[in-house]
């Protein structure tokens, strides 16, 4: 009777033991998602990613979407204000817009192809990104989003 009790109390320990580390995890992974959470949010406001849609997810198409953001890329070097402020940002590249589209649409030209090009500053959802030293957290980030056609090919993310 005695061996009965004590493996009982031994089981009853070991179980407390187990749901005190669960505990711990399940509060360590809620500390870690909120502070995720509030980098992305602190990124989110500090950033204009920027991205380009290819028409399809044809090997041409998406050989176009790279030549298309290499064009942009070195509009926005060459022109875009020398800033850290992502509000002067915004309203450079809003009041670009038709330059961005031109950039794009000259290559498309060159390249032999008719697609349309669109350029908007939207909202969209990034997944997790690492460039060097610095990953940014999947979520919601205002974005330079070039779209090639239809633009329903996959996507280049870049900051």
């Known amino acids: 009777m005695k061996v009965i009790r004590y493996r009982q109390q031994i089981s009853i320990v070991l179980a407390l033991i187990l749901a005190g580390l669960l505990t711990g995890c399940v509060m360590r992974k809620e500390a870690l998602d909120e502070k995720v959470s509030k980098t992305q ?18 090997e041409e198409d998406q050989a176009l979407k790279m030549d298309v953001k290499a064009a942009v890329i070195a509009l926005l070097e ?19 817009r038709q330059e961005i589209i031109a950039a ?7 390249e032999g192809y008719d697609y349309g090009v669109d350029a908007q500053v939207t ?4 997944p997790d990104k690492t460039y060097g030293d610095v990953t940014f957290p999947a979520g919601d980030y205002e974005a330079l989003t070039v779209g090639v056609g239809e633009a329903k090919g996959r996507t280049w993310w870049c900051v």
Request: aromatic fraction near 8%.
């Open 78 to 96: 060459e022109h875009m204000p020398d800033t850290d402020d992502v509000t002067e940002v915004k309203t450079w590249v809003q009041k670009n």
């Open 41 to 58: 949010e602190h990124l989110a406001s500090e950033v204009l990613r920027f991205h380009v849609l290819a028409n399809s997810d044809s």
């Open 104 to 110: 794009a649409e000259q290559v498309i030209a060159e």
């Open 123 to 126: 909202t969209c959802y990034f």
